[in-house]
């Protein structure tokens, strides 16, 4: 741009913002205009993760400052206090929440019922002008326009403590932005080693900052129980006391759990909770002889061997702790979906397990719930609706849409994130191949035989065998759970894995800031500070 058009740019600017004041224009605007709450520079790369589905650009930036305010319209206060926390930690000024009509220099949030998108969705409209204003249908459209809006920031932004002589500036943009999926999820395994609160809500903080709505928690296995069962406590006195390796353990209790449910709604995730049967749950026929067919309790297991368990399907005591655990589980949970598991039951024979899910769906439904359950489900002769989620067999997705079912896309190959990156990761398998950051981008959820709309969304399961610490945790959950989080949230058209890597650079100061140790995959250019 010539100097010339630049001065006219900021003639215009400044009588737009003198009308706008109805003040005048003189030598105090010349004054002031040291400390305006805008500048015409070219703003620079914007690098959002996910990418939005509209993006304007126009030169120029919004600065906030220690009198910016987050004016919030009736009902947006929640989310704009969370924006206000963040806010204020990074940048040490205070950001009031208002119920009044936004300033200058302010950031609004507005439940706007003629906002674009569906009426339950989660679309938002995010313009920066002189008010950097966010329109929503819904909270949850809200709440992901201010993550946009934490990406337009510096980075430090998502720091701890207050960043010191930084312009805490917003590009201007104009964005229209809504997911493609409804299922944009992570699954963490907590029964192979388990994790404790805090160490999940890290977790919730990051996915829903990438615009991640579903967290998948693995409550059992055959390693470990992990759930408080008012009606069955042998479960975690005896099965939460194990874990791969013969460490510890440990479970959750009511309260823990709800303590994480909560968390994770107030974030717009929606916990689904994993109860596996008939297979993998060695932890369960430990805690109680009668699960088995010998009436003995089993030998607890801390090794990583699979297929090997079963539930005695037709034991007596089997179907009142099927109903028990599935109640007191969904009790726990307000979210729509029980997983079910059924995966590998390799040690249960087919007519059981057949007999099994189907009775299992029965129950869920009596309690209120929908089934999700692994790909292997669709053996059973099951009722829509149900999820399915996919991990090995493409054919066994195209079978759950045919029998009305909706598809979880998880493959194997492309969404563990248990998987290597490459032969010198230090933790991880490598059983369905390594998966580099460019291969947890190049993949689809809608895959052959299914059309868009059998497809719910994508979720990356961690399987934790080699997972021990909250350190282990973020080397093979980021970066790549950005990958699946665009996969989720943006088009499909245009998408770019040399356009995303080059987005995906500007992240690792981002994941650094929030305090994660993310993997410096040698794909990605990293930025430096
Ligand atoms: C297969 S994926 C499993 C898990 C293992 C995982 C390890 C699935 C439904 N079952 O039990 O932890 O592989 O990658």
């Given amino acids: 741009m010539s100097p010339g058009t630049s001065t006219l740019r900021i003639g215009l600017v400044w009588l737009g913002l003198c009308l706008f004041l109805a003040s005048g224009c003189g030598a105090e ?4 205009r040291a400390d305006a709450t805008v500048d015409e520079e070219p703003i620079g790369e914007l690098n959002l993760v996910p990418d939005p589905s509209v993006l304007v650009r126009r030169n120029g930036h919004l600065h906030l400052t220690a009198d910016s305010r987050i004016a919030a319209s009736s009902g947006a206060e929640p989310v704009a206090e969370l924006l206000a926390a963040r806010l204020r930690q990074a940048t040490g000024f205070p950001f009031t929440v208002v119920t009044e009509a936004p300033n200058e220099g302010d950031i609004a949030l507005v439940l706007d019922a003629s906002t674009p998108g569906a009426a339950d969705g989660e679309a938002y409209a995010l313009a920066v002008t002189t008010i950097a204003t966010i329109r929503a ?5 809200l709440f992901y326009g201010s993550q946009t809006l934490r990406q337009l920031l ?5 720091g701890e403590a207050p960043a010191q002589g930084l312009t805490w500036r917003i590009p201007m943009v ?3 932005d809504q997911p493609r999926f409804e299922w944009r999820g992570a699954m963490l395994d907590v029964a192979r080693h388990f994790f404790g609160v805090a160490d999940v809500k890290r977790l919730i903080d990051a996915m829903s900052h ?8 693995h409550l059992t296995d055959d390693q470990g129980w992990r759930i408080q069962i008012d009606s069955w406590p042998r479960l975690t006195s005896v099965g939460g006391a194990t874990e791969v390796g013969g460490g510890p353990g440990g479970f959750y209790s009511k309260a823990d759990y709800s303590e994480i449910v909560d968390y994770a709604a107030s974030r ?3 916990v689904v909770p994993e109860i596996d049967m008939p297979g993998h749950t060695n932890a369960a026929l430990a805690s109680y002889g009668e699960l088995n067919e010998s009436g003995e309790p089993k030998p607890p297991y801390t090794s990583i061997g699979v297929g090997f368990s079963s539930l005695w399907v037709d034991g007596p005591a089997t179907s009142r702790f099927v109903d028990d655990v599935i109640r007191e589980v969904a009790e726990l949970t307000p979210g729509p979906y029980f997983h079910i598991g059924g995966d590998e039951a390799a040690a249960t024979a087919e007519e059981d397990y057949v007999r099994f899910i189907r009775s299992a769906q029965s129950v869920i439904e009596k309690y209120g719930k929908t089934m999700v359950g692994w790909e292997e489900v669709v053996r059973a002769d099951l009722t829509a609706p149900f999820l399915a ?3 090995l067999f493409p054919v066994r997705a195209v079978q759950a849409a045919e029998k009305g079912g909706r598809v979880i896309s998880s493959p194997a190959t492309s969404a563990y994130l248990d998987m290597k990156y490459n032969d010198d990761t230090p933790i991880g398998l490598s059983w369905a191949g390594n998966t580099d950051v460019e291969a947890a981008y190049r993949w689809d959820p809608v895959t052959t035989g299914l059309s868009e709309d059998n497809v719910i969304g994508l979720e990356a399961p961690l399987w934790t065998e080699t997972v021990l610490t909250r350190e282990d945790i973020d080397l093979l959950v980021f970066p790549r759970l950005l990958g699946h989080a665009e996969i989720a949230w943006s088009p499909k058209a245009g998408r770019s894995w040399e356009l995303y890597r080059a987005r995906l650079a500007a992240h690792g100061v981002r994941l650094e800031a929030m305090g994660i140790d993310y993997f410096r995959s040698p794909l990605v250019d990293w930025r430096t500070p």
């Fill in 29 to 32: 605007a010349e004054r002031d």
């Fill in 137 to 141: 249908r819904t909270t949850a459209g």
């Fill in 154 to 158: 510096p980075a430090e932004v998502e």
């Fill in 174 to 176: 104009d964005i229209q």
């Fill in 210 to 217: 990438y615009k991640m709505n579903r967290l998948h928690l």
């Fill in 268 to 270: 717009f995730i929606t």
């Fill in 389 to 391: 989620q996919h991990w």
